[in-house]
């Protein structure tokens, strides 16, 4: 199999994820004053044997730093996937061997590639699939908030996986540094037994621009 035709499964390298945690770690540290889980925000990833999808707004360009820190602070264990418009991936090659594949975006055979492929990564209980809910930026204000098209359909594509909102945001309040907040919100995926299409069309649970303060749950540098 050559490596355009391997998947981010195949593609995956542990030694290179922790590495690249490690660097967005420092990155983070430097650049965000602190990142705050909301108390009633922490995952409830369930009970083991179901993969796991965490879609979220997508308010920065901080959100792969997010997703890299959360997902290894809150959920260990498990291995992340990202997808990530193919263009914008063609200039960060690295990131293939650390869980990010491409999707072609604004075209049917890019949806029909993604379902594939997210399909494929969400047959294995151990992984996860991290997500921009929209497919876009988006301000945290912007109601109702946008669910991409191919995310109620994997919901239906994959009924034995958990999905779980997230909601993220970066406020200054009066500080030069932003701090990094975030939320999880309940399991809206299908329970098994129960008929019916899942629930993440339902939208991504208490917006992150709910948030009024800096109070939250665990304040400390990545």
């Known amino acids: 199999m050559t490596a355009a035709a391997e998947g981010p499964v195949e593609l995956f390298s542990p030694a290179r994820f922790g590495f690249f945690r490690f660097i967005f770690g420092r990155f983070a540290a430097k650049h965000l004053r602190a990142i705050r889980l ?57 990131m293939r061997r650390i869980g990010v594949f491409g999707v072609e975006a604004h075209s049917a055979r890019g949806a029909v590639g993604f ?70 919100g309940p399991h809206r995926g299908r329970d098994p037994g129960r008929a019916g299409p899942a629930a993440a069309r339902r939208g991504p649970g208490p917006g992150a621009g709910g948030h009024h303060g800096p109070a939250g749950r665990g304040c400390h540098r990545p």
Not at 52 to 76: C, K, Q, R
């Open 38 to 94: 909301a108390a009633w925000g922490a995952p409830q990833p369930g009970p083991p044997g179901s993969p796991l999808v965490i879609y979220a707004n997508h308010p920065s360009w901080w959100d792969g730093v997010a997703f890299m820190i959360l997902s290894t602070e809150l959920l260990p264990g498990r291995r992340m996937f990202i997808p990530m418009d193919a263009e914008a991936l063609a200039r960060y090659g690295f």
């Open 115 to 184: 379902l594939r492929t997210a399909q494929a990564v969400l047959s294995d209980p151990g992984h996860m699939l991290w997500m921009n809910a929209p497919g876009r930026f988006c301000d945290v204000r912007e109601r109702p908030v946008p669910i991409a098209p191919g995310l109620v359909r994997l919901a239906e594509l994959a009924p034995n996986a958990r999905f779980l909102p997230l909601a993220i945001e970066y406020p200054f309040w009066t500080e030069r540094s932003a701090e990094m907040l975030a939320g999880f």
